[in-house]
T-cell receptor, first 114, second 113 residues
Framework: DAGVIQSPRHEVTEMGQEVTLRCKPISGHNSLFWYRQTMMRGLELLIYFNNNVPIDDSGMPEDRFSAKMPNASFSTLKIQPSEPRDSAVYFC????????????FGQGTRLTVV | DAKTTQPTSMDCAEGRAANLPCNHS???????VYWYRQIHSQGPQYIIHGLKNNETNEMASLIITEDRKSSTLILPHATLRDTAVYYCIVRTLLGTSGSRLTFGEGTQLTVNP
């Protein structure tokens, strides 16, 4: 397996534009996590899916952020409209549901909003 | 979520063992302790996890105290490539909905030549 695949690796966009980040989890995994990392706030859990259903979205900053998982092999994180303070590295991770299995992370998407 | 406390930074000489401590005094009886590390801006990399017993794999050893309120990650022979931020995490159970990983601030380990 190629691991968790995120795209794009880098994204530069203007303030106000819509941004969509994509994630392909490891085949067979039924849990998916979206994280955001900044220098100020570290690694923050944004949302967690289990069997394609959002379980915990308490970390989503505000209504401008939305995440979907239409099937077991694909998830998106959308920011509309984007703002400069959204600039960060966004990571996706996947695992089996069980609490005793490790989660694997993608290489992240570095988002810059100018 | 069970909170973890780690030192902000540590140094280690190359070739020596690196011992990274973590406190997790509010851990529940069926929650696992996980360790990840992150090199530069790469995605966090899984190292090891455990529940009660000590664990060892090709990367590291995990020592969990009998009361489970703290643990230590041991890198037996640290190399320069082990320089990274090391995160100790308690995997929070969400009933039948699985579990989540919540990262703290971690420990910056610097391995010196």
């Amino acid at each position: 397996d190629a691991g968790v695949i995120q795209s794009p690796r880098h994204e530069v966009t203007e303030m106000g534009q819509e941004v969509t980040l994509r994630c392909k989890p490891i085949s067979g995994h039924n849990s998916l996590f979206w994280y955001r990392q900044t220098m100020m706030r570290g690694l923050e859990l944004l949302i967690y899916f289990n069997n394609n259903v959002p379980i915990d979205d308490s970390g989503m900053p505000e209504d401008r952020f939305s995440a979907k998982m239409p099937n077991a092999s694909f998830s998106t994180l959308k920011i509309q409209p984007s703002e400069p303070r959204d600039s960060a590295v966004y990571f996706c991770a996947s695992s089996f549901r069980a609490e005793n299995t490790e989660a694997f992370f993608g290489q992240g998407t570095r988002l810059t909003v100018v | 979520d069970a909170k973890t406390t780690q030192p902000t930074s540590m140094d280690c000489a190359e070739g020596r063992a690196a011992n990274l401590p973590c406190n997790h005094s509010t851990i529940s009886g069926n929650e696992y302790v996980y360790w990840y590390r992150q090199i530069h801006s790469q995605g966090p990399q899984y190292i090891i996890h455990g529940l009660k017993n000590n664990e060892t794999n090709e990367m590291a050893s995990l020592i969990i105290t009998e009361d489970r309120k703290s643990s230590t990650l041991i890198l037996p022979h640290a190399t320069l490539r082990d320089t990274a931020v090391y995160y100790c995490i308690v995997r929070t159970l969400l009933g039948t909905s699985g579990s989540r990983l919540t990262f703290g601030e971690g420990t910056q380990l610097t391995v010196n030549p």
